[in-house]
């Protein structure tokens, strides 16, 4: 159907629409106190905002700019149709979480990755294990409020600041949210940029593969401070030792993610090796012993610890021992350790399922809801339109939409948002962008976004990453943001990389075969 646009929207008119979004969407997600007592922001989840600004943006566009209803509709519809694939993985991800924590997979990286612990590398081995932690489970947020406490806290008994275990502990949560195939924002940003999971993956490992290792490198120069102290291990014996009492804790453990990686490595389509992963795992889980309707049932709606979530209830050490039988035995002092320890594991491993991804599915189907109406009623082409005024270059390009992703998350307070937003505002002028007969993979826009819009979110004391952040690790949003190395880094490494030409991806014209990489 041909679409009838009416007129033009004023640049004006555009920028009003984008502010008052930003107002609506800002001040129903953000939740900021003043000194003065007075406060900004209702604190809620993000859909029911983006939903109000969904449809005043909807309003604007058919009674003042002059489109017809059911073209404003259309473009809801076709803004949810691109995301439709990463709608399938998610869910399917929310499948193999909760097998693979079943089976003992989650468990087993989390035991083995714990052994990387010792003073002298306590920074190097925290950014290590969150990235293990967070690259296993896809989730930044559950890495970092369930390992990162306990980091945080051996942190402290080794005299190390607060601030610099916080910043390293989230660059490397935030390392596996934007690298992990089974992460809601890695699939995102190829569903918005036309792009594929598993070549956008790639794709980021030019510029987040060296990031990693200048901040490793840094991790290691800073540990030196440290290496004089000694590591109370209480704390690991416990988690291992709890990990091991309800988990299949083996080596056999690595077969699914390994899997995973093996068909990713041959560009085998994300939906169907994530599905591999999860039927593995689900397998393991039946050869341990677990009966077929516990397994469909972390499939469906995840994994409840057993004996890790009981032992967190526990009212005495000599409740713990019993619940154990004879397994491992703790002493009275340990009680308050131990009964720490189980609810950490409890809120980490109590997740997955296809059920549990409907919310995040949810809020990407809203905000691609609101980001289809403003391309329809013509809002984002105009905004697009003056902004790409000044851009004649790939580094133009690249900048301007790490640019739009910082302000996104500042303004608009919510990491989706700065993936979306941007994505679909700068996508068409990736495609039509032309040099020497060659033009840009979508690739390119992808990584881009994950650059800057995963990583940048983390850092914005009102956005809800930052916000949830400092929460759990008590730390202020601007007092670990020096310490966060990888989250600023990143953005500074992927324009140094366009500006040298050095892994940009080209496609010839029509598109039909990739051009290597410069």
Same mark, same amino acid.
């Given at each position: ?140 947020? *559950?890495?970092? %409020?369930?390992?990162?406490?306990? #980091?945080?806290?051996?942190? @402290?008994? /080794?005299? &190390? =600041? !607060? ?86 804790? *083996?080596?056999? %453990?690595?077969?699914?993610?390994? #899997?995973?990686?093996?068909? @990713?490595? /041959?560009? &085998? =389509? !994300? ?248």
């Amino acid at each position: 159907m041909e679409i009838e646009r009416g007129r033009k929207p004023r640049f004006g008119e555009a920028l009003f629409v984008l502010v008052i979004d930003a107002l609506i969407i800002s001040y129903g997600v953000l939740d900021i106190h003043f000194e003065s007592g007075a406060t900004f922001g209702l604190a809620l989840s993000a859909h029911v905002p983006l939903f109000i600004a969904a449809v005043f943006t909807a309003l604007v566009g058919v009674f003042f700019i002059g489109r017809k209803w059911r073209d404003v509709e259309e473009g809801m519809i076709n803004g949810i149709t691109v995301a439709l694939q990463a709608v399938l993985i998610l869910m399917t991800i929310g499948g193999l979480i909760g097998a693979w924590i079943q089976s003992g997979v989650v468990p087993t990286l989390i035991y083995y990755g714990l052994n990387l612990l010792s003073p002298q590398y306590f920074l190097l081995a925290s950014l290590l294990i969150c990235s293990i932690v967070s690259l296993s489970t896809g989730s930044s947020w *559950s890495t970092s %409020g369930t390992v990162g406490i306990a #980091l945080m806290g051996i942190g @402290a008994g /080794l005299g &190390v =600041p !607060a601030p610099v275990t916080a910043g390293f502990v989230i660059s490397g949560a935030y390392f596996g949210d934007k690298m992990s195939p089974l992460s809601d924002t890695t699939n995102l940003a190829p569903a918005v940029a036309g792009s594929d999971l598993f070549s956008h993956i790639r794709a980021m490992l030019w510029t987040t593969g060296p990031t990693l290792l200048i901040v490793a490198g840094i991790a290691a120069y800073m540990g030196g401070s440290y290496s004089g102290a000694e590591l109370d291990s209480s704390r690991i014996s416990v988690i291992q030792q709890m990990m091991s009492s309800e988990f299949a804790i *083996s080596k056999i %453990g690595f077969l699914p993610p390994l #899997l995973v990686l093996v068909l @990713a490595a /041959l560009k &085998v =389509p !994300a939906l169907p090796g994530i599905t591999a992963g999860m039927l593995l795992a689900a397998g393991m889980s039946l050869f341990q012993g677990v009966g077929l309707g516990d397994v469909l049932g972390a499939l469906h709606s995840g994994y409840t610890p057993g004996l890790i979530g009981q032992v967190a209830e526990s009212a005495d050490i000599g409740a713990v021992n019993e619940l154990l039988k004879g397994a491992v035995v703790f002493q009275p002092e340990s009680f308050e350790t131990v009964k720490e320890v189980a609810s950490m594991l409890n809120d980490l491993l109590a997740r997955g399922g296809l059920t549990g991804m409907l919310e995040t599915v949810a809020l990407i189907l809203v905000a691609l809801v609101l980001g289809g109406i403003m391309e329809t009623c013509g809002f984002l082409e105009v905004l697009l339109e003056r902004l790409m005024e000044r851009v004649k270059s790939v580094f133009g390009l690249v900048g301007a939409v790490i640019s739009s992703c910082v302000f996104t998350n500042m303004f608009l307070g919510d990491q989706y948002l700065a993936l979306v937003m941007p994505g679909r505002m700068f996508r068409p002028a990736f495609e039509e962008f032309r040099k020497d007969g060659k033009g840009l993979d979508p690739k390119l826009l992808s990584r881009t976004l994950e650059d800057s819009g995963t990583l940048t979110s983390v850092l914005v004391p009102w956005n809800t990453c930052g916000a949830y952040n400092s929460g759990v690790l008590g730390v202020p949003t601007l007092s670990y943001l020096p310490y966060a190395f990888l989250n600023y880094l990143n953005p500074l490494v992927a324009l140094l990389m366009t500006r040298l030409g050095i892994g940009v991806p080209w496609v010839d014209k029509e598109g039909s075969g990739e051009a290597a990489a410069e």
